[in-house]
Structure formats: structure tokens, C-alpha cells
């Protein structure tokens, strides 16, 4: 089934021909390739979300008005594509018989040489906008335009009109080094790997041990952590990456106090100070039950402000000043939103809360500014040593030899209540949230509680919050992994009040944001991966290959009519693991840790007898894909607790026989721990993203023993295909 199974009754309502105006779905086809029609309700809080008034029949026809004559009326669409190496017509729309000329302004100011030729439109009917006809002619933008940010500068007569040109490579470059052959590393949750250096949680001092060791003793050349993105300034602090205040800055928490160029000049009195509040958060690391983040960052904090106050040399004063320069309006928003946290409290969410009753250009945020400055640099001082430090890592990295280093991972959205949200509320939509629609793994479906970016405000912005953001996790790594990248092309909206399953998919030009994502991709020298898991549409496969964006084959998910796919026929151009964050380890999802916690929990719809019935189907399924693969030894499987170790190998070996360009190994398989990192679906029911690196023991796996751990040591044999 498609979406042609509306009626053309349906499809001629007035709502319906509005919400699909403005790129909002009103069917869709689920899971289980089961067909759904959007409930009006939804439609019409949906297009409140958007800024589009429905709520009656009047409005909704006025609202279809309004819609066109501004896309009628305007001279150039805001934000337009061009395709580095090959002539593009840009539409434009003009008065009958009017000619148009444009120029263009490149990204460094320089005008662009060129000639713009004028050309016809795309032969569409002429359109009546406040008593004139406009008809459509073009611009010509040649095959040499060099990759960037431009500006288009149209003319027609008395009027202009600008756009942002969005010069993009049509795809993103392979690396040399995966051209012909494969590359594996580790994915591991950074927080949860702890040295006895760390101060309770894994820094940036130990990301750089781990990526230099994981490639010295194990030949890894990637390492894929959980997303760094900006967190709040002070406790508590939200344990999910997932969830960050900004995606546009850095989780300053990972800081290490001692690895900042001025630790060393201290005197002795401050690092006396300062080792003794390392000695307080030195008992967390041999916790293996729980990541406890607020105790860490209330000692951490109190030293890096010791640091901070310990001033700076000139040289390195100016460099902090050219890094505030450089990250300009982002970086006081960040900060600004820091300091009112700081001092009036966490923002609740409530009318009466500051972040509800006060906005950046307030009286009261400006007044807070002056009479706490210190305070406030202190929070840019954060995100210029977490910068420095991240950088640093990733450095180390290549200069150890890994062909890619880190490989960031990018959340799908922000906190509600964060700095983006904040400081520039007009581009997210109101009135709802981003999650997904239900599924086989979370029947009663999901949501995020992060705002969506607005697509018309995006459009009107030349996609600014989203370059942004994605130039940000390109200056400190090799590689990003992007969450849900189905949200490039559809997001699931929910409205406020709604169940998660009550929503609606809301479109995005994908083509732009994947223009953008292979521009700074290619700047970067970088690699994309795209978890694309779940209902992709096959025009979404289509254009993510036609971008060079790798996919992710997830081997527990490579099945199909209850049986799983042979690793060989897996996608070449695709991330290969064995699991995910939202699955026990291995060794917990092999002994059905996951029926346990879903039933202990109340995750299943439906009796748990059917549920553990499937997983066990599930489980044996995998068993013979394996064997009939030659790689798992069918004697094995009489006692699979005894060869534990050896039937997980044997899934790894399943990586080995893909054709998939990456390959990760999970850092938790490699030590035999069990538990979860996360459970969808749930909040403080179970310590999601609080779980420190154990093996099947229970019994914390410190960085320092990580690469001669010699369960570890024998799955990299079998990553390396020995």
C-alpha cells in the first residue's frame, strides 16, 4: 500500500490539500506495512505547530491563500541548491514578459565571476498575486560555481531579492582506504569507561587513551562514542546524550581538570586543592552499579573554577579571546543560557519559570549578564578548553595512525528547555515534539520530548542553525554518525498532549540538509553514517546511496519473514554491528535479558508469553543463519551458557562475511558485560545511560586493563579476520 490509498474524497478536503501544502503527511504506512490516515485533530494541531492557522474552515482556506501568494509572490525560493560540476536552473518568479539578471556574492566576499544566463521557466501556468500575473522564468548557475555558502542576488525590474546558495558536492567522497577494502573500531559509551585518572566519569583525557590504545594493541581505526553534545552548567544533569541542551557545543563535563595547559603553572597550594577534590571523586570509578554524574561534576566544577581564576597567559588569553571571536552569537547564547541556569535555577518548563518569562534581549538577562561576568566567561572559558581538549583526542588519534578517529554521533533533537530552544525559539515548532510511531521494538511508540526544527524556518534561514550544527561536529572528528536520518527527510511529530502514536510525519528538503552534510563532509576529509533503521521508504535508500552516506546493518535486525539474511547479502555501502545502545550486550540479549527487563518494566503489549515465545523463535533463527554460514560450530549450542564468548565471536564473524565498508565492534561485547545502556520507553523506571563498563561478572573493567582484557583481545582477533 501507498499513500494513493487516500480516497480522492479525502484527498480534495480543504485540510488535507493544506497540510500536504505544507509538507505534512496526512497517511502513512506503518511497520508492518499496516495503512493509518491522520486524525484531523492531529492535522490541525500539527499545522499550529508549523505557525499555520486550521482550527476552522474560514481559516484553513484562508491559511491555502496566504501559503501561495507568498510562495507566488516572493522573487527566489530563500535557500536554493546548486550541485558542484554541474549547471543548475534556479526558478524564479517574474511579471509577465519581465527578464531577470542575477549576481552572485561568494562565501569570502569575493563576486563571483561568471555569467547568469536568464532562461524560461519550467512551463507552468501563470499565477494572479494581489491583482498581477507572475509567471516563472530562471537563472542559469554554471558547472565552475565553487562549493560554499553563497548569496544569489536576483533582479527584475524595481524589485531584489536575496538567497542563500548552497554550493554542494552531489556526494560525499570515500576515504582511499575504504575504497577497496573494509575498516572496523569499537563503539563505546565514553561516561562508562573510567581510568585512574577520571574523576567518575570517562573524560577527553580518556577518549584519547582509548582511540590511541584501541588502535596500538588492537588495530582499531575508528571509535564511535555516544554524542557530546552541550549539557547544563550545574547539577542535575540529564543522563541522556540524546537529549542535550545544545547540539551546536560540547559537553563540557568530559573536561580533565590536569590536562589543561595552565594545571601545570599552578602552585602548590591550588593543586593541593585541586588533587584533593580529584581524592573525592576517586571512589566513583570502582563504582560498577551506576554513573554518578552530579557527584563528579560538583567536585570537577569547584576545580576548574579554581583554574579559571588562576588567569591565563597573554599568548593564551588572546587565543581564548579568538575562540570567542570565532564562535560569536552561538557562544553567548550557550553561555547567557548557562548563567540564568546558574543562578535563577533549572528552567521547569512552567509559565513562571525564566526561560518561559524572559527572553535573551530581557532587561533582567542583560542585567544578570553585568553584574556576573566572571561567572559568564567562566561558562565560554568551559566551552573553549572542552574544544581544546576534543580536539586534542582526536589528534592523538590520527597521529597514532587511525584512518578515521572519532566518529561523532549526532542526537535528532534538543532539550525542550535548552539554549537553542531559548535563544532562538522561532525555529523550532511549537506545540510538539519529535519520537517515533509504534513498532515491533516499542509497541506503544516513542517520544523524545525534543521540539523539531521548523522546515520553514529553516528554508528562511538558509538551513544556518543546521550548517551550524553539523560544521560543529566536523571540526573534532573523522566521521559522524547520525541519529535517525530518516528525520533529513520526515520527522514523527506528535502534538503536546497526544500519545506518541497520535502524530503525524512532517517533511524536510533532504536534498539541502544532505547537501550540507556532504559540503562539510568533504571540507572535512569526513565519512556520514546514517542509522537508518526502521520504515525506511525505498526513495530514502535511494538518495542516501546516491550521496555516498552509509547506512547502518545492524545484525539482529537483518531479518526477514522470521528468518535472518546471510551477512553476504548485507548492504556494501553501510556501519555493520552486532547491536545497538537501545540492546543488552550480546551476552544479556543471548540469555533473553531483554524479555526479562521488558516484562519487569511493563514494556509489552500483548501476554509475555507470546513475547519470550518470539524472541526465542528470534534467537534460534540467528543460531542457524550462523551455522548454515560456517560460523558457528553446531555443537556449541548444547550448552550455550558454557560457550558463551564463543557464540557471540561467532555473530562478529557474521560482520567479518559482510560486504559493509565499517564494521564496529561494541566495547561491552568485548568485556562480556550483559546490561542495557538504555531501555526505550522509559525514564528513571531504569538507569538509562547510567551504566559503568562491567564484565559478565559485574565487576568494573577499568581503561587501564580495557586493551589486555583477554576476552576483548580474542573478539579483535576475529574484528581483524584472524
Not at 535557500?79 to 558542484?84: E, F, N, P, Q, W
Not at 580495557?706 to 576475529?718: C, E, G, M, Y
Request: hydrophobic content about 40%.
Amino acid at each position: 500500500m501507498t499513500e494513493s490509498t487516500e480516497s480522492a474524497e479525502r484527498l480534495a478536503r480543504p485540510l488535507i490539500h493544506l497540510a500536504r501544502l505544507v509538507g505534512l503527511a496526512t497517511s502513512y504506512i506503518g511497520m508492518s506495512d499496516d495503512y493509518h490516515e491522520i486524525d484531523d485533530d492531529v492535522l490541525k494541531a500539527l499545522l499550529g505547530a508549523l505557525g499555520v492557522d486550521a482550527h476552522d474552515d474560514d481559516a484553513i482556506d484562508d491559511s491555502v491563500v496566504r501559503i501561495l501568494r507568498e510562495r507566488h509572490g516572493r522573487l527566489v525560493a530563500p535557500t536554493v541548491l546548486h550541485v558542484v560540476g554541474k549547471e543548475d536552473r534556479v526558478l524564479l518568479n517574474t511579471g509577465i514578459m519581465q527578464i531577470p539578471s542575477a549576481t552572485i556574492t561568494l562565501e569570502n566576499g569575493d563576486e563571483y565571476q561568471g555569467a547568469l544566463e536568464p532562461g524560461a521557466g519550467d512551463g507552468s501556468q501563470a499565477y494572479e498575486v494581489d491583482g498581477k500575473f507572475v509567471a516563472t522564468a530562471s537563472i542559469t548557475i554554471p558547472a565552475d560555481l565553487p562549493m560554499g555558502y553563497h548569496t544569489l542576488h536576483v533582479s527584475v525590474g524595481d524589485r531584489t531579492q536575496d538567497a542563500t546558495l548552497i554550493s554542494a558536492p552531489e556526494r560525499i567522497p570515500m576515504l582511499p582506504a575504504m575504497e577497496h577494502d573494509q575498516l572496523w573500531g569499537w563503539m563505546a559509551q565514553l561516561y562508562s569507561i573510567r581510568s585512574a585518572g577520571s574523576w567518575g566519569v570517562g573524560d577527553f583525557e580518556d577518549l584519547k587513551t582509548l582511540m590511541v590504545d584501541s588502535h596500538s594493541k588492537t588495530g582499531a581505526d575508528f571509535m564511535l562514542v555516544n554524542p557530546l553534545h552541550a549539557c547544563e552548567p550545574v547539577a542535575p544533569l540529564t543522563p541522556s546524550p540524546y537529549l542535550p541542551i545544545s547540539r551546536r557545543f560540547i559537553n563540557f563535563t568530559y573536561i580533565r581538570p590536569e590536562a589543561i595547559e595552565e594545571y601545570a603553572g599552578l602552585g602548590d597550594d591550588l593543586k593541593s586543592q585541586i588533587g584533593e577534590l580529584h581524592a573525592q571523586a576517586e571512589p566513583l570509578n570502582g563504582d560498577a552499579q551506576i554513573i554518578d554524574r552530579d557527584s563528579m561534576w560538583r567536585v570537577k566544577m569547584h576545580a576548574l573554577w579554581l583554574i579559571f581564576k588562576a588567569g591565563r597567559s597573554e599568548e593564551r588569553q588572546k587565543a581564548f579571546d579568538d575562540y570567542k571571536s570565532t564562535s560569536a552569537e552561538g557562544l553567548e547564547a550557550y553561555a547567557t543560557w548557562c548563567l540564568c541556569y546558574d543562578k535563577w535555577g533549572a528552567p521547569t518548563g512552567e509559565a513562571d519559570s525564566w526561560e518561559k518569562r524572559l527572553d535573551k534581549n530581557s532587561d533582567e538577562v542583560q542585567g544578570l549578564r553585568r553584574q556576573f561576568p566572571d561567572t559568564l566567561d567562566f561558562y565560554r572559558w568551559l566551552e573553549w578548553i572542552a574544544d581544546e581538549q576534543l580536539e586534542a583526542a582526536q589528534q592523538a588519534a590520527k597521529d597514532a595512525g587511525m584512518q578515521i578517529g572519532l566518529m561523532a554521533d549526532m542526537a535528532v533533537g534538543v532539550h525542550p528547555s535548552g539554549s537553542d530552544v531559548w535563544w532562538n525559539p522561532e525555529r523550532f515548532a511549537k506545540g510538539a515534539t519529535v519520537g517515533a510511531p509504534p513498532d515491533y521494538f516499542n509497541q506503544q511508540g516513542q517520544d523524545w520530548s525534543q521540539p523539531p526544527l521548523n522546515p520553514i524556518e529553516l528554508e528562511n534561514t538558509g538551513y544556518l542553525t543546521y550548517r551550524h550544527m553539523v560544521q560543529g561536529m566536523f571540526a573534532h572528528a573523522g566521521a559522524v554518525r547520525i541519529d535517525h536520518i530518516l528525520g533529513l527527510f520526515r520527522l514523527w511529530w506528535i502534538p503536546s498532549g497526544h500519545a506518541p502514536k497520535d502524530g503525524a510525519y512532517v517533511q524536510y528538503d533532504s536534498e539541502i540538509m544532505l547537501g550540507i552534510l556532504a559540503l562539510e563532509a568533504s571540507r572535512a576529509h569526513g565519512v556520514v553514517v546514517g542509522e537508518d533503521l526502521g520504515v525506511v521508504p525505498d526513495h530514502v535508500s535511494t538518495s542516501l546511496s546516491a550521496h555516498q552516506v552509509l547506512g547502518c546493518a545492524v545484525e539482529w535486525f537483518e531479518q526477514m519473514d522470521g528468518k535472518f539474511r546471510a551477512p553476504k547479502d548485507w548492504r556494501e555501502f553501510s556501519l555493520a554491528s552486532v547491536n545497538t545502545h537501545d540492546l543488552p550486550p550480546a551476552a544479556g540479549y543471548l540469555a533473553y535479558e531483554h524479555v526479562e527487563l521488558r516484562e519487569r518494566l511493563g514494556l509489552i503489549e500483548g501476554s509475555v508469553e507470546d513475547f519470550e515465545q518470539n524472541a526465542r523463535a528470534e534467537h534460534k533463527a540467528m543460531m542457524v543463519m550462523l551455522i548454515v554460514n560456517g560460523y558457528l560450530d553446531p555443537d556449541l549450542l548444547k550448552d550455550e551458557k558454557a560457550h558463551e564468548q564463543e557464540i557471540v565471536e561467532a555473530l562478529y564473524r557474521g560482520l567479518r562475511g559482510s560486504p559493509c565498508k565499517l564494521l564496529a565492534a561494541s566495547i561491552v561485547d568485548g568485556v562480556g558485560e550483559r546490561r542495557a545502556q538504555n531501555q526505550p520507553g522509559t525514564n528513571n523506571e531504569y538507569p538509562n545511560w547510567r551504566i559503568p563498563l562491567a564484565d559478565g561478572k559485574g565487576n568494573v573493567v577499568p581503561l587501564e586493563e580495557l586493551f589486555s582484557n583477554t576476552r576483548l583481545l580474542s573478539l579483535a582477533k576475529v574484528m581483524q579476520g584472524r
